[in-house]
Structures are given as C-alpha cells and as structure tokens.
C-alpha cells in the first residue's frame, strides 16, 4: 500500500494509446503524451505541445475517469475507446530525448524491413522506435491508483 500512496503522490502526464483496425492507413496506432493542447486547447506557441502535467496521479485518474465516463465516437479506423496510461512526469522528458536523439534507443544490429539494418530513418526503423517508446511508457505506467 505504501507503493500505492506514493504513486498518487507523482507529478503525473497521461498517455494515451488509440485502439486501430489492423491495416488503417491515415491513424496513428501508437502511444503519445497529452499536450496542453489537446487538453485545455492552448494553442499559444511552443507552450502548446508541452505535456499536460496534473499534480499527482489521483488528479489524472479523475480526468480520466470524466472521459470514460462520456459518450465517446470512434473516428474512422477506430476499434473503440482509446486506452489510457498515467506516467511520471520524466517519461515525456524521456520521449523528448529520444525524438532529438535517435541514438539513445538500445539499436539491435538489423530491423526487418530495414535495407541498410538499422538506418534509424526508414519507416521500418521509425515503426521500431514507436515500438519502443510504446514499451517504455508501458513500463513506467503508474497502476496502483484508487478509481
């Protein structure tokens, strides 16, 4: 329990992770951060893409407990309801590191579907590092959080 009462206590961003058909083109299946953007419709410069930060995990479980609590249409493409994930605030400094930084993936010597192995650049490579990404939010995922 005291992992629990910790874990509320993180600065906390939320992830969330659209459900797909197989074989959709034109929607994205893979993990991203909320930016304040997306949530409180700030459009006011860079300030726009930075993550959403609520102040502790309990906060953002709240919120998303507001939005499944909505009638939610699915756009086209679209299997169902998104899924969503509470991570510590560091996760999106993680992401952020990694898009300006490609070599800070652990690059295995070849990605099917790569013809120079692992350019890091290709769309092979680019679905492998949303792979990745998608593991490593999964991984810090906050779950102990009282609904």
Do not use: F
């Amino acid at each position: 329990m005291k992992k629990a009462m910790k874990n509320r206590e993180v600065i906390s961003c939320i992830v969330v992770r659209h459900q797909i058909y197989a074989g959709t083109c034109g929607i994205d299946g893979h993990a991203y951060i909320l930016s304040k953007n997306d949530v409180d419709g700030d459009t006011r410069g860079a300030k726009a893409c930075a993550p959403r930060l609520w102040e502790n995990a309990a906060e953002a479980q709240k919120w998303i407990n507001e939005r499944e609590g909505e009638i939610y249409v699915t756009r086209s493409g679209e299997a169902g309801r998104p899924d969503y994930w509470i991570v510590p605030e560091y996760a999106a400094a993680v992401l952020q590191s990694r898009s300006d930084d490609g070599s800070l993936y652990d690059w295995p010597e070849a990605i099917d579907g790569c013809d120079d192995g692992a350019c890091g650049q290709c769309d092979a490579c680019v679905e492998w590092m949303a792979d990745q990404d998608d593991e490593y939010l999964k991984s810090v995922q906050i779950k102990e959080i009282e609904r």
